[in-house]
């Protein structure tokens, strides 16, 4: 199966994405079909050997859309979306002051015959000139709001109608009739009050204010992407024979060394060879303090070099780096649909046909009981125009869009729609344990000796030549203590799988297990009761000895991060499980495991035993996330409902996962539940509004209030309900930008 992306045009309404979607999937060997009304793309899943490019070409283009494959292109076009904004605008703004005369002419005499209107547009003293001074007013709307009857009309010929459709037909039929009329005001002075022009001039006119208002809101929604992709700075500084040279980022090549100085983005992905400053990587993975980068450091593209100049080696360009997997990563995600769209999709299928039956069906009805054309034509324009499957169609794909947007914003991104939906029903979020619950790195947590500054400087000075995880953890303690420079160890011996024997500060060291201070005859019977205690905090314990002495003893272990025990906190108020899975023995699992609060604790697990224990999980209580770094961990994330890998874990860990957590926070596993919440919650609310506006507004405007004595709703009411309902729902769904997670 192969997988391709194509870009839309032509769509106005959810009617327009849902004959896209039909049309296509009907091909033989499509698999499955998703298209978004307001990005324009379509993502189709296709065996290649049966179909492809120029067949959705044929169909789409059959069904009276444009398509193109969608392929990177230069830079340049993207204000191409604002430009045609300011020229809708103007025609809107020229459609509004000529219906407003419009409505002053025709509305205001029908209110007070003392309204000052010059003679011949009087309706007492000229009606015929009162007819045509309408119907000039009338055209030139009906010319600038002309994409509803290219669009529409031909569409419904094809057998697509659309939201254009019937608009196009309303206010095409009301436009006609009213023509009529006027041809025979001469015949029938009664006819000057059976006139619609100011219904159609002010129906196109609200409609494509609608419209305009819609689609400015719908680009807020997508403003996530489009803050990501200015992040990459258009050129960068390459040293090139020596000398500084600016060219553009796209011609920037792995391996270059490129300067980026004070308040400069960094174009690429890198690695700083020389120089150190503080990066702003906020935009990147929501981190809001600076971050340190010296000689060695990573540097992400896009983020801002704050204070000094450092020069970076490149390791990625293109769609290689963190900022194009970033942008692909919520691109997919505002693309794909959840599953909660699709009754919403059913409906926007076959809702204009149904629209214009009732329409044509309520118009009849009302000329049988008797009324005459002039009433039936309002209700038929009245139905038509009011019905909006816009709002069915934007119900869920707005929501969706805002939501990844502000993940990705908060530095947690999400892979689809579906996840998004998933997520908020998980019963279980299971923990990787090293690097994950805890920070991955050994540290010393205890000193027992009765002078504990000397042993630290003895064992720093012994330890300073191993290159051994403990021995580490040993000197960077001590360098964090203010012990920078405890000396070096003279005739050190390894001692395998025990420890080692040197000469340090003219002493001689011991410094390893109990059993090797055992072997030597050193009684080391004091420090077995704290000995005894700490092994059972599952912390690794280094015994010493100073000329021949028993001095004490250090701990070391793996620390719990900060923000492990909030996080199992918040997700316990949440009524969802917490698991911890870990290789470590027993006593250390479970030691981690108190210390985080963590409902269930596993130990001694095999990497090919994760997956498993995953599907037990599920069995146990409910749908699961699973939450690792490590690459042992892509099956299990991948057997998880949700799988979920934090940012600074490999690339593996990362393509395996669903939601992936840039700032390696615990706190944003609650974040990302929450947001899935908030985020269905809306899409609910928006499809409530968008089927309550439908059932109660077509049959008010088919005249079922009028039949019980009630009033008739007029076209040019209807065409303002029908473009606030679209942006209700738009607005609806930016709120979403104000929560916090």
Same mark, same amino acid.
């Given at each position: ?37 307001? /990005? ?164 196109? /006119? ?197 939501? /990844? ?30 690097? /994950? ?305």
């Amino acid at each position: 199966m192969k997988e391709e992306q194509y870009i839309i045009s032509g769509m106005s309404c959810a009617a327009c994405q849902a004959s896209v979607q039909r049309v296509v999937s009907r091909l033989d060997g499509v698999e499955g079909c998703d298209v978004n009304l307001i /990005t324009g793309k379509m993502d189709v899943r296709y065996d290649e050997a049966k179909t492809g490019e120029a067949d959705f070409i044929r169909v789409v283009e059959k069904a009276g859309f444009g398509i193109k494959a969608d392929r990177p292109e230069k830079t340049g076009k993207a204000d191409e979306p604002e430009k045609k904004e300011k020229s809708g605008l103007s025609s809107i703004i020229i459609s509004l002051v000529l219906s407003a005369v419009l409505l002053y002419v025709s509305m205001g005499q029908m209110l007070t015959d003392r309204l000052p209107v010059p003679f011949f547009m009087n309706i007492n003293s000229d009606p015929y000139g009162f007819a045509l001074t309408q119907l000039l007013l009338c055209a030139p709307v009906l010319f600038l709001g002309r994409r509803f009857f290219t669009s529409g009309i031909p569409l419904l010929l094809r057998g697509h109608p659309n939201m254009d459709s019937l608009v196009a037909v309303g206010a095409g039929a009301s436009f006609i009739y009213s023509v009529v009329m006027t041809y025979a005001i001469p015949y029938d002075a009664h006819a000057v009050h059976n006139l619609y022009y100011e219904s159609v001039a002010v129906v196109i /006119t609200l409609v494509a204010l609608g419209k305009h208002m819609e689609q400015r809101s719908k680009r807020k929604t997508a403003s996530a992407i489009k803050k990501l992709m200015e992040l990459a700075p258009d050129t960068a500084t390459v040293i090139r024979s020596g000398k500084e040279c600016v060219v553009p980022t796209e011609e920037v090549a792995v391996g270059e060394t490129v300067v980026i100085k004070p308040g400069d983005k960094i174009p690429l992905d890198g690695v700083v060879e020389s120089g150190s400053t503080g990066a702003d990587e906020s935009m990147l993975t929501g981190e809001s303090l600076p971050v340190e980068k010296n000689a060695g450091s990573q540097v992400i593209g896009g983020s801002i070099n704050l204070s000094g100049a450092v020069y970076v080696k490149v390791t990625k360009t293109g769609k290689d780096t963190a900022l194009a997997k970033i942008i692909k990563f919520v691109e997919d995600a505002q693309n794909k649909k959840a599953p909660i769209s699709k009754a919403a999709d059913r409906v926007a299928g076959v809702f204009v046909p149904v629209v214009m039956a009732i329409a044509a069906a309520a118009a009849v009805i009302w000329l049988a009981a008797g009324k005459d054309f002039s009433f039936a034509l309002r209700v038929f324009t009245g139905v038509l125009v009011i019905a909006c499957p816009c709002a069915l169609g934007l119900a869920t794909p707005t929501a969706v869009m805002v939501g /990844t947007g502000l993940g990705a914003q908060n530095g947690i991104l999400i892979r689809n729609g579906e996840v998004l939906e998933i997520t908020h029903k998980i019963k279980a979020a299971v923990f990787d344990k090293t690097g /994950t619950v805890t920070v991955g790195k050994a540290a010393v947590t205890d000193i027992v000796s009765d002078d504990k500054e000397r042993l630290l400087k003895i064992a720093a000075a012994a330890e300073s030549a191993s290159k051994h995880p403990l021995a580490a953890a040993i000197t960077e303690y001590a360098a964090a203590s203010g012990i920078s420079d405890p000396g070096r160890p003279e005739n050190m011996k390894n001692i395998s799988g025990k420890g080692i024997s040197c000469i340090a500060d003219g002493k001689e060291v011991l410094l390893g297990s109990r059993t090797l201070l055992e072997e030597n005859g050193i009684d080391a019977s004091a420090y077995s009761a704290e000995g005894d205690r700490l092994s059972r905090e599952g912390k690794s314990l280094i015994f010493a000895a100073i000329d021949r002495k028993a001095a004490g003893l250090i701990a070391v272990a793996d620390q719990i991060k900060d923000t492990s025990r909030p996080a199992f906190e918040r997700l316990k108020k949440e009524g969802i499980k917490t698991v911890i899975l870990s290789g470590d023995n027993k006593a250390c699992a479970e030691y981690i495991g108190g210390l985080a609060g963590a409902d269930e604790v596993y130990s001694e697990v095999l990497p090919e035993q994760k997956a498993e224990i995953v599907s037990q999980i599920r069995k146990k209580y409910g749908p699961v996330m699973m939450v690792g770094d490590g690459i042992n961990d892509a099956p299990a994330l991948t057997e998880a409902d949700v799988g979920c890998a934090i940012g600074n874990g490999s690339d593996i860990a990362i393509e395996a996962a669903d939601i992936v957590l840039m700032k390696s926070d615990l706190n944003d596993v609650p974040r990302a539940v929450r947001l899935s919440r908030l985020t269905i919650t809306n899409i609910k609310e928006n499809l409530f509004w968008a089927f309550c506006y439908n059932t109660v507004c077509i049959p008010v405007a088919a005249g079922l209030l009028y039949a019980f004595g009630g009033p008739l709703l007029s076209p040019m009411i209807a065409g303002l309900a029908m473009s606030l309902s679209s942006v209700f729902v738009v607005g609806n769904a930016l709120r979403l930008r104000s929560k916090r997670l």
